[in-house]
T-cell receptor, first 110, second 110 residues
Framework: EADIYQTPRYLVIGTGKKITLECSQTMGHDKMYWYQQDPGMELHLIHYSYGVNSTEKGDLSSESTVSRIRTEHFPLTLESARPSHTSQYLC?????????FGPGTRLTVT | QKEVEQNSGPLSVPEGAIASLNCTYSDRGSQSFFWYRQYSGKSPELIMSIYSNGDKEDGRFTAQLNKASQYVSLLIRDSQPSDSATYLCAVIGAGNMLTFGGGTRLMVKP
């Protein structure tokens, strides 16, 4: 079973706050991904990484940033949260072509 | 045209029936195909992968691939209410990136 963790699971925060969503995996996967998904809507890739010190933007433009300093860790940061950032954020990792997802972080910006 | 197309549904089937979920893709060079299941409020879970033309069976699930028609399907036999979820088709295409369809919502009525 895939071991990929996301914290926090739920976050309610005020406009203008800086937030970091954590994602860690214990499988030694090189590739990691961040998706954004609104309820009942499609998955949108916002960032990905093929290894340490490698990050790329995905298909959906996002104001968030990511870093990959360690293989197992791929945090996502929003410098100034806005209500439009309210969504579910899903982290995934893969060694080959199969992606395994974490449980997600549901973010609400008030 | 979207790269991976699915009917959003909902597809409603009675308990015990066969549910048939369909997906078309635009990149003729695609080689790897996946089905994910996503329960409401949860993260996607990989349930099937298929790489060659034909059928691949795993328990009550059968994935079917027809590369000439650029068509992938998922059959669920003896559908149960617990199968009610959104099913996401995903394809590895150009650039070796996984692209998700919008998903089909399946409802199995007792």
């Amino acid at each position: 079973e895939a071991d990929i963790y996301q914290t926090p699971r739920y976050l309610v925060i005020g406009t203008g706050k800086k937030i970091t969503l954590e994602c860690s995996q214990t499988m030694g996967h090189d590739k990691m991904y961040w998706y954004q998904q609104d309820p009942g809507m499609e998955l949108h890739l916002i960032h990905y990484s093929y290894g340490v010190n490698s990050t790329e933007k995905g298909d959906l433009s996002s104001e968030s940033t990511v870093s990959r300093i360690r293989t197992e860790h791929f945090p996502l940061t929003l410098e100034s949260a806005r209500p439009s950032h309210t969504s579910q954020y899903l982290c995934a990792s893969s060694a080959g072509q199969r992606q395994y997802f974490g449980p997600g972080t549901r973010l609400t910006v008030t | 045209q979207k790269e991976v197309e699915q009917n959003s549904g909902p597809l409603s089937v009675p308990e015990g029936a066969i549910a048939s979920l369909n997906c078309t893709y635009s990149d003729r060079g695609s080689q790897s195909f996946f089905w994910y299941r996503q329960y409401s409020g949860k993260s996607p879970e990989l349930i099937m992968s298929i790489y060659s033309n034909g059928d691949k069976e795993d328990g009550r699930f059968t994935a079917q691939l027809n590369k000439a028609s650029q068509y992938v399907s998922l059959l669920i036999r003896d559908s149960q209410p617990s199968d009610s979820a959104t099913y996401l088709c995903a394809v590895i295409g150009a650039g070796n990136m996984l692209t998700f369809g919008g998903g089909t919502r399946l409802m199995v009525k007792p």
